[in-house]
């Protein structure tokens, strides 16, 4: 029972990532000490798995698929989504300087962990560091497109933006934003869930179908990286995260807005400023130490997942 807890428990710090714009579930699960598994685990979801139903029935397909190990990190991701939803995502509306500087205390300390991982550094790692801490900084900098409506697109979409969300230091959501298609899927998904409109079914099916795509590819990509070259894998998943800490400043300007599902007025483009030029309160001390709190909590997570680890082993 106690395994069991803490792995939920993972999982809600997993599901309370999610819900902010910029932060990855991926960072949490590997600073956890689950990310691998979780990667094997999201990888048994192939056809092979319908071969073992159909031959060795539901215990022997739930052995493969991990589920012990899928279910209460599921249902604690489910917790943490509310959770975040609920109370961070209040933080988030009047105490913006805060809730970022927690997680970028978070993310710093994360992108040490994750380098401390790298065996050795030789060119090809660093090149991949390099090239991925340019690449994840150019994305919090372009603007986003405009979108296609197109079901080819949509189907797309889904399968870059579910890919975002086991790779630490880049969200689905933001993925999303960038590619257009954030102000359309999502008051598609909320109006077939609140009025059942059939017209939009189709859409969020097929958007379903590029995730469900996107998440067994990726997984059983990045597997099998980790397996044959998991060093350059470290050195290019520390890149992304040290790249996105743009994305996640305290301090950021609007430049312009958009109109969410909701219609409210929500920024849309920010700049990154020092606390003395930003335009609203600072809560600089706070700040200061929730960015603290942050980084501390990497070690924390750390401390569980090598508990985990042993008791693996045990």
Known sequence: MKHHVI??????????AETIPGVSGGTIAFITGIY??????IKAFAPQLFTTLRKEGVAASWKQINGPFLL?????????????????????????????????????????YIARQVEYWKAKEILG????????????????ASGNEALWFVFLSGAIAISALILPGISGSFILLIMGMYSYILPVVKNVL?????SGLVVMGVFSLGCLF??????????????????????????????????IWPWRNTISTRI??????????????????YEGETFLLLSI?????????????EKFGNQEEQNIHE
Do not use: Q
Request: charged content about 10%; cysteine-free.
């Open 129 to 144: 560091f390099v090239g991925a801490t340019i690449l994840a900084f150019w994305l919090t900098m372009v603007s986003p």
């Open 289 to 301: 130490i929730a960015a603290i709190l942050g980084f501390i909590s990497v070690f924390i997570f």
């Open 260 to 277: 969410n599902s909701s219609g409210e007025e929500v920024p849309f483009l920010e700049k990154s400023v020092l606390p003395n030029i």
């Open 214 to 247: 996107g998440l067994t590819t990726f997984a059983r990509i990045l597997s099998w990286t980790f397996k044959n070259y998991k060093s350059i894998t470290l050195a290019i998943l520390t890149g992304f995260m040290l790249g996105s800490l743009n994305k």
């Open 7 to 16: 792995i939920a428990l993972k999982g809600m710090a997993m599901g309370i």
């Open 194 to 198: 609140s009025t059942f409109d059939t």
């Open 36 to 41: 691998e598994k979780l990667l094997d685990s």
């Open 72 to 112: 209460p990190l599921g249902i604690g991701m489910v917790m943490g989504i509310v959770f975040g939803v609920l109370v961070v995502s209040h933080f988030l509306e009047n105490y913006p300087p805060i809730i970022w500087a927690f997680f970028f205390g978070l993310i710093v300390s994360s992108v040490i």
